[in-house]
């Protein structure tokens, strides 16, 4: 097979087996380069594709990576393993985890936000002394999540806290993780911990699975957190006498989840952590124009946390073309009127809308665009906005089967108990959970229970009789009915439909059917209820597929990474915005601010608009983002030059 390549990408993809890191820089091709080493693996060392397994970080990743195997390879493909990490971990967890790990059951939940919080918010209630300080239970979740990352168990956070506040949270992060293995739940962050601890304690799990995935390949290393480093350092070690098979690609100037527990370090060691480790540079950019790839190195070659790379634009220059403008206004109002005239001239200039995106460090920037558009009639698509899978029917819908799935998940039972209503109102349900936790039971195994039901009134007594009859039922069913019948029965049996309208209102009745329609027909693609439960649980809100319709893209900057267009408007570059306030104070925070703003020159493509605001916050004036200041600093040593 002839590979299109140029000299970098080729010494990547035909790199000798053994440790790799490739350092891919904005726009270079990672993802092509990644797709190719797996079709060099298969076509020229012949590999089985059962051996390789290839981890991203998103679903969207891990379904492009198919579809260009599969145009690459056809059906050669067959049995090579890709996805999440969280998708992969889930999957060895139903497998492995009955019988290995505590109580748990391979009917798992997985809990999403909302649920995590509710279980958050029970521990901090819970606490029976008093906190060191005012938290809130998005903060102890916060700080629970960042000691499952670090492979912190509640007492080992308890052990190595620094302060009173960390040791309040570790009391906090025990009656949470007991509540998730009490109903058979994992959170997000279980995924990747109980398989580590798998392969810990199982050693002949381990190597199970070792010897079946011999090649392992990661995307966006750089985002990888020390839990995550940690499992991959397990599944690719040698042994049996075959080398550690280990390609990674990552670009560290474009770290920017530190929010989310990534830790930049872990790529920037590689070298220290595997010795033996080959090292290529991906250095030549297909998207953007030199003077754009020239303001995203001005401000990145002042990093003092990742080494910076300077990038080569592929296309030559275009006499006479303005790829960097740079706009002053007075708040921002001003700005977004500016960038509606703006994109109304590139429209006459035979612009797709579709072609440009407004970019901004906060979600509450969008108001003033938001009203820009309008006001210009130009349409535009604000993303990250209320997922499908986030709206109250469609939770509704997944509550009802998790509660069928697994038994043991008396949050999503509490959901739906009186939804529609059959008596079973808050006083009700807290008779039954207290029943229930005193005896050791789920709360579905209450609704059984006639010393539980004698509590009740008469009317909540029949309402639970009936509930805990229809689940019944439906587990019953769930083994050998498709989810989507399933799904179809749980909605006409448990009388949701009939009551949908006196619970929406007729004028949102058309919208919710829709909803549930919807849902309905994402269950028809799968043969089982437990497969169709997770791949709704692994979603998130960014692996949406491209908007098509010709619309403005107004998105944070965070949501932009991975993306690109043709014609980008960077807002907000001052300092307090871009960098954050928050940041100013914080260690390291100004340098993952400075990576940020890396991040969201280099989705341009043709032209970049970089703008701030004298007067954006009323009563205060700003001034200009010290990365604005680089910028054009670099421009007048490159003219004196």
């Known amino acids: 097979m002839v590979y299109s390549l140029n000299a970098e990408q080729r010494a990547a993809v035909t790199a000798p087996i053994g ?8 726009g270079s091709g990672k993802t092509r380069v990644l797709t190719l080493r797996i079709a060099h693996l298969i076509e020229k060392l012949h590999v089985a594709p059962g051996q390789i397994l290839a981890l991203t970080f998103t679903n969207k990743a891990a379904k492009e990576m198919r579809e260009r195997l599969r145009g690459q390879l056809g059906t050669r493909v067959r049995g090579l393993t890709s996805g999440t990490f969280h998708a992969v971990c889930a999957r060895i967890l139903r497998a492995e985890i009955a019988g290995r790990l505590g109580n748990y059951t391979a009917d798992f939940s997985i809990y999403g936000a909302d649920e995590q919080l509710q279980l958050a918010t029970e521990a901090l209630n819970a606490a029976t002394e008093r906190p060191p300080m005012l938290l809130e239970p998005d903060e102890v979740l916060r700080r629970i999540s960042r000691a499952k990352s670090r492979l912190q168990s509640p007492r080992l956070m308890a052990r190595f806290a620094p302060d009173p506040v960390e040791k309040f949270v570790a009391g906090c992060y025990r009656r949470y993780q007991t509540a ?26 381990l190597e199970q699975y070792q010897e ?35 390609f990674v690609v990552g670009d560290g100037m474009q770290a920017i989840y530190g929010f989310r527990n990534a830790d930049h370090s872990i790529i920037a060691r590689f070298t ?151 008596g079973l109102g808050a006083q009700s349900l807290a008779a039954l959970s ?6 050791g039971i789920s709360l579905s195994e209450a609704l059984a229970k006639p010393e539980a039901l004698s509590e009740l009134t008469p009317k909540a007594a029949d309402g639970a009789r009936r509930l805990g009859g229809l689940l019944a039922r439906w587990r019953r069913f769930a083994a050998s009915m498709p989810p989507a019948n399933l799904l179809a029965d749980v909605l006409e049996q448990s009388g949701y439909m009939a ?25 028809e693609e799968h043969n089982d209820l437990s497969s169709f439960l997770q791949e709704i649980a692994l979603m998130t809100n960014a692996d949406n597929d491209k908007d098509e319709r010709d619309q403005v893209q107004l998105l944070t900057i965070h949501a932009a990474k991975g993306l690109e267009w043709p014609l980008v408007f960077v807002t907000g570059l001052e300092e307090g915005t871009l960098p954050h306030e928050r940041s100013l104070g914080m260690p390291d925070g100004v340098e993952e601010e400075r990576r940020l703003c890396y991040v969201a020159l280099t989705r341009a493509g043709e032209r970049l608009y970089l703008s701030w605001a004298a007067g954006r916050n009323r009563g205060q004036i700003a001034k200009p983002s010290r990365f604005l200041d680089e910028i054009l600093a670099y421009g007048r040593e490159r003219t004196k030059g």
């Open 180 to 205: 998730l293995a009490r109903a058979n739940a994992l959170d997000f962050d279980d995924m990747i911990l109980l398989t580590h601890q798998l392969f810990t304690e199982h050693h002949e799990v």
């Open 434 to 439: 207290s029943f229930a936790a005193q005896n």
């Open 499 to 523: 009551t949908l309208e006196a619970r929406v209102g007729p004028e949102e009745l058309p919208d919710a059917r829709a909803h549930l329609q919807e849902l309905m027909t994402a269950t």
């Open 272 to 422: 220290h952590d595997f010795p033996e480790a080959q090292v290529v540079e991906l250095a030549t950019n297909y998207r953007s124009r030199q003077p754009i790839l020239d303001a995203a190195y001005a401000v990145i070659r002042h990093s003092k946390a990742v080494p910076p790379m300077a990038l080569r634009a592929a296309g030559a220059a275009v006499p006479g073309e303005r790829c960097l403008l740079i706009q002053e206004v007075k708040d921002g109002r001003e700005e977004a009127e500016q960038i509606a005239r703006s994109i109304t001239e590139a429209q006459r200039q035979g612009r797709r809308l579709r072609d440009i995106a407004i970019l901004y460090r906060t979600r509450h920037m969008s108001r003033p665009l938001e009203q820009a558009m309008r006001h210009a009639r130009i349409p535009y698509s604000v993303r990250g906005s209320t997922s499908f899978f986030d709206r109250a029917v469609v939770r509704d819908g997944l509550a009802y089967l998790r509660a069928v799935a697994n038994p043991a998940d008396n949050l999503s039972l509490s959901r739906i108990a009186n939804v529609p209503a059959r």
């Open 212 to 246: 079946r995935w011999q090649h392992l390949l990661v995307d966006e290393y750089q985002d990888t957190d020390p839990s995550q480093h940690a499992l991959i350092e397990m599944l690719s070690r040698p042994g049996y006498g075959r080398p550690r098979s280990l």
């Open 19 to 26: 440790p790799v890191l490739v350092r891919a820089g904005a």
